[in-house]
């Protein structure tokens, strides 16, 4: 009668393992920390309309606000000039960096002079 041998894994076979268990542990775990803790990549960019300047803000470059006209201004009307649309967004860029709500009032505008030229 044959006997049957049971094989074990080598002692070095174990400890390689376990180490490839470890070391994949601790790359998971740092990889996590690292992308829940950076910081979103933010963007301005001006946008040319038909009649005139506007602006977009992107969030990982995915777009979060896209404003073709000055808010708070009841119609349709365009930032007149590139400089004045970037002014107004960068704005509320620094309000979103400050983890403010991105919200521009009538006051912020007359503030950084948009509504002196309408």
Request: net charge positive; aromatic share 6%.
């Amino acid at each position: 009668m044959k006997s049957i041998m049971r094989t074990r894994p080598s002692k070095n076979f174990l400890i390689i393992i376990g180490l490839l268990l470890i070391i994949t542990g601790m790359l998971y775990l740092a990889h996590r920390q690292h992308s829940g803790s950076a910081a979103p990549v933010l963007e301005l960019l001006p946008l040319r309309t038909a009649s005139g300047w506007g602006y977009r803000i992107l969030v990982n470059h995915h777009p979060f606000i896209i404003q073709p006209y000055i808010p708070v201004i009841p119609g349709h009307h365009p930032f007149t000039s590139e400089g004045q649309a970037l002014k107004a967004g960068g704005f509320l860029l620094d309000k979103i960096r400050h983890h403010q709500q991105p919200l521009l009032t009538h006051k912020d505008l007359q503030s950084l002079g948009i509504t002196d030229s309408l």
